[in-house]
């Protein structure tokens, strides 16, 4: 966090939302300047804004599938996301400038202006690299013969999608975290329903959120442990952005990810135990 900062010359910075320990990959919404670089998942709790200052806090999900020129269709699970699960996914330049496979035996099948152009079967994950095309994307099918049986080169392809929250379309940045705290100033809690485990639901560590308070302003909260304690639940922490008097409020990444920077420094913990993350929330100052 303070590295990126730095460099964007942000006045003040949170880190952002969830990645992968393993292959740092993304797991959650990221949207800047109306491009997805990594689409939502398990319709998780996110924020959104505008350029004019407006902002959204909600659940969030992305709706997307490909139609054929034959008529078929199938639905997009992800783009350009860490997050696996079998079926049919999208990766594009945003993901990087080329693909390494996250699972075994997935099939690639290269899109260029929305024709399949070809298909091939990799091997073991994190084997090759298949170039990302400049003028399309690549879908990977994961145990879904279905759908890679019916993209053969050749295919003409029409790519559908719309966010739910429909609201979310109209706001050119997203970050996705989770769950979900307040709002309208209530606790709705629901890490179940964001399909978060048992374990996180009930871990008491360091927490980030994000939040709008009543004079449409924002706040960005740490909390660390108790003095010779534990850090809050995810329960507690709704109770403390509920006390601090917040509207909409979010949870981020947090345990070693739990970094706050503001003019310079950072505010929450020593710069030797920050922990590197993937993404992080920047305040900027207009003049």
């Given at each position: 966090?303070?590295?990126?900062?730095?460099?964007?010359?942000?006045?003040?910075?949170?880190?952002?939302?969830?990645?992968?320990?393993?292959?740092?990959?993304?797991?959650?919404?990221?949207?800047?300047?109306?491009?997805?670089?990594?689409?939502?998942?398990l319709?998780?709790?996110?924020?959104?804004?505008?350029?004019?200052?407006?902002?959204?806090?909600?659940?969030?999900?992305?709706?997307?599938?490909?139609?054929?020129?034959t008529?078929?269709?199938?639905?997009?699970?992800?783009?350009?996301?860490?997050?696996?699960?079998?079926?049919?996914?999208?990766?594009?330049?945003?993901?990087?400038n080329?693909?390494?496979?996250?699972?075994?035996?997935?099939?690639?099948?290269?899109?260029?202006?929305?024709?399949?152009?070809?298909?091939?079967?990799?091997?073991?994950?994190?084997?090759?690299?298949?170039p990302?095309?400049?003028?399309?994307?690549?879908?990977?099918?994961?145990?879904?013969r279905?759908?890679?049986?019916?993209?053969?080169?050749?295919?003409?392809?029409?790519?559908?999608?719309?966010?739910?929250?429909?609201?979310?379309?109209?706001?050119?940045?997203?970050?996705?975290?989770?769950?979900?705290?307040?709002?309208?100033?209530?606790?709705?809690?629901?890490?179940?329903?964001?399909?978060?485990?048992?374990?996180?639901?009930?871990?008491?560590?360091?927490?980030?959120?994000?939040?709008?308070?009543?004079?449409?302003?924002?706040?960005?909260?740490?909390?660390?442990?108790?003095?010779?304690?534990?850090?809050?639940?995810?329960?507690?922490?709704?109770?403390?952005?509920?006390?601090?008097?917040?509207?909409?409020?979010?949870?981020?990444d947090g345990?070693?990810?739990t970094?706050?920077?503001?003019?310079?420094?950072?505010?929450?913990?020593?710069?030797?135990?920050?922990?590197?993350v993937?993404?992080?929330?920047?305040?900027?100052?207009?003049?």
């Amino acid at each position: 966090v303070l590295t990126m900062a730095r460099r964007w010359q942000a006045i003040a910075a949170i880190n952002g939302g969830f990645f992968s320990r393993n292959t740092y990959s993304p797991l959650g919404a990221i949207r800047r300047d109306g491009v997805w670089y990594s689409s939502p998942i398990l319709n998780r709790g996110a924020i959104a804004w505008g350029n004019d200052g407006t902002v959204m806090i909600n659940r969030l999900s992305l709706s997307q599938a490909i139609t054929t020129n034959t008529g078929q269709s199938f639905p997009l699970l992800h783009t350009d996301s860490g997050y696996v699960q079998a079926g049919l996914s999208r990766y594009t330049l945003a993901w990087g400038n080329t693909y390494s496979p996250l699972t075994d035996n997935e099939v690639v099948i290269t899109v260029s202006r929305n024709q399949v152009v070809g298909q091939q079967t990799l091997g073991k994950a994190g084997d090759n690299a298949i170039p990302l095309p400049a003028d399309g994307y690549l879908l990977v099918a994961r145990s879904y013969r279905t759908a890679a049986n019916a993209l053969p080169p050749g295919t003409i392809i029409q790519l559908t999608g719309t966010t739910m929250p429909p609201e979310f379309q109209n706001y050119p940045h997203i970050v996705g975290g989770g769950p979900l705290l307040l709002q309208g100033g209530q606790i709705v809690l629901d890490a179940a329903r964001e399909q978060f485990s048992n374990a996180f639901i009930t871990e008491a560590a360091v927490r980030s959120a994000i939040a709008t308070l009543p004079n449409g302003n924002l706040a960005i909260v740490t909390v660390q442990h108790r003095v010779n304690g534990r850090g809050p639940t995810l329960a507690e922490l709704a109770q403390i952005m509920q006390q601090l008097g917040t509207v909409d409020a979010l949870n981020l990444d947090g345990g070693s990810s739990t970094t706050l920077y503001l003019g310079g420094q950072i505010l929450n913990r020593s710069p030797r135990t920050t922990a590197r993350v993937h993404n992080s929330i920047g305040i900027f100052l207009s003049f």
